[in-house]
Nanobody
C-alpha cells in the first residue's frame, strides 16, 4: 500500500509554467507506475500521463504532449509533473495515482489503486 500527497498547484497566467509534486510514503514506491490525472469542474477525470516504475517509459495524453513532462525520483519517493506553456483549458484539480500495472497499458483511472488528494491548478488568460 502507498499513500500519496500532491502539492504545487496554484494560480498562473497562460503561457507560464508550474511543477506539481507527489510524495509517496513507504519504500514500495518503485514498484508502482505513477500517473497524473485531472478533473475540471463538470467534467470527468481524464488521463494526463504516466511513467513507468524505472522512469524510462512515459506516455501522455495528446492534449498535453510536448508541454507536460513526468519524471520521478525513486530515491526520494516522489513523482513530478512539469507543466509548461499552460493554457486556460488546463485548469483543473490534478491528481497523482499509483498502479501495479505496466505503464504502457495504463490510461484509465480504474487501473490505479492509490490516489493523492488532488491539487488545484488555475490558469488565467
Amino acid at each position: 500500500q502507498v499513500q500519496l500527497v500532491a502539492s504545487g498547484g496554484g494560480l498562473v497566467q497562460a503561457g507560464r509554467s508550474l511543477r506539481l509534486s507527489c510524495a509517496a510514503s513507504g519504500r514500495t514506491f518503485s514498484r508502482y507506475a505513477m500517473g497524473w490525472f485531472r478533473q475540471a469542474p463538470g467534467k470527468e477525470r481524464e488521463f494526463v500521463g504516466v511513467i513507468s516504475r524505472s522512469g524510462s517509459g512515459k506516455s501522455y495524453a495528446d492534449s498535453v504532449k510536448g508541454r507536460f513532462t513526468i519524471s520521478r525520483d525513486n530515491a526520494n519517493y516522489t513523482v513530478y509533473l512539469q507543466m509548461n506553456n499552460l493554457k486556460p483549458e488546463d485548469t483543473a484539480v490534478y491528481y497523482c495515482a499509483a498502479s501495479g500495472g505496466s505503464y504502457y497499458a495504463l490510461t484509465s483511472s480504474d487501473q490505479f489503486a492509490y490516489w493523492g488528494q488532488g491539487t488545484q491548478v488555475t490558469v488565467s488568460s
